[in-house]
T-cell receptor
Framework: EAGVVQSPRYKIIEKKQPVAFWCNPISGHNTLYWYLQNLGQGPELLIRYENEEAVDDSQLPKDRFSAERLKGVDSTLKIQPAELGDSAVYLC???????????FGPGTRLTVL | AQKITQTQPGMFVQEKEAVTLDCTYDTSDQSYGLFWYKQPSSGEMIFLIYQGSYDEQNATEGRYSLNFQKARKSANLVISASQLGDSAMYFCAMREGYNTDKLIFGTGTRLQVFP
């Protein structure tokens, strides 16, 4: 069974540019999460989806970050415009149902210059 | 106050030896879950083991076991017979309540296994 797929694995952009990350969860997993992991820290939740509905986006900086999961399967996280402080690893995870174990993808390492 | 505390920034262990990675947590909930994840240099968070607050026995998964001491609010990970491939970052995480999805992670412990 394929795991959580994320692309790209690495992205380098200049500040003020837009960037987008893509995630395809494990087949059949209804719940999808985006996490932010700063260097030397554990991941922090940005947004959680139940199917196509964002049920927890309280930690998402909505002035520059947006996310969508239109058909309840894959998801895109966007930053526009990117700032220097956005340099981090963006992790996607999925779980079968609400409350189940979360399985993570390899992450996208973003560097903003 | 931090919800999850991992006090060991780094640990060294010799191959084939056992190692314990510490984790303490803080919650007022009666129902919660504790997780350990491994993060190798490739970046992926790999699920290792889970302990529910109502589980009476310590969780075990192969070479991994969780030393759950509820009164002390600790959930230490024990890796037996360490292998070179165990070298990675290890994160302890907590899910508060039942059927909630928010995981709170600690800052991690970097484990290095040497021959």
């Amino acid at each position: 069974e394929a795991g959580v797929v994320q692309s790209p694995r690495y992205k380098i952009i200049e500040k003020k540019q837009p960037v987008a990350f893509w995630c395809n969860p494990i087949s059949g997993h209804n719940t999808l999460y985006w996490y932010l992991q700063n260097l030397g820290q554990g991941p922090e939740l940005l947004i959680r989806y139940e199917n196509e509905e964002a049920v927890d986006d309280s930690q998402l900086p909505k002035d520059r970050f947006s996310a969508e999961r239109l058909k309840g399967v894959d998801s895109t996280l966007k930053i526009q415009p990117a700032e220097l402080g956005d340099s981090a690893v963006y992790l996607c995870a999925s779980s079968l149902v609400d409350g189940d174990t979360q399985y993570f993808g390899p992450g996208t390492r973003l560097t903003v210059l | 106050a931090q919800k999850i505390t991992q006090t060991q920034p780094g640990m060294f262990v010799q191959e084939k030896e056992a190692v314990t990675l510490d984790c303490t947590y803080d919650t007022s909930d009666q129902s919660y879950g504790l997780f350990w994840y491994k993060q190798p240099s490739s970046g992926e968070m790999i699920f290792l083991i889970y302990q529910g607050s109502y589980d009476e026995q310590n969780a075990t998964e192969g070479r991994y076991s969780l030393n759950f001491q509820k009164a002390r609010k600790s959930a230490n990970l024990v890796i037996s017979a360490s292998q070179l491939g165990d070298s990675a970052m290890y994160f302890c995480a907590m899910r508060e309540g039942y059927n909630t999805d928010k995981l709170i992670f600690g800052t991690g412990t970097r484990l290095q296994v040497f021959p």
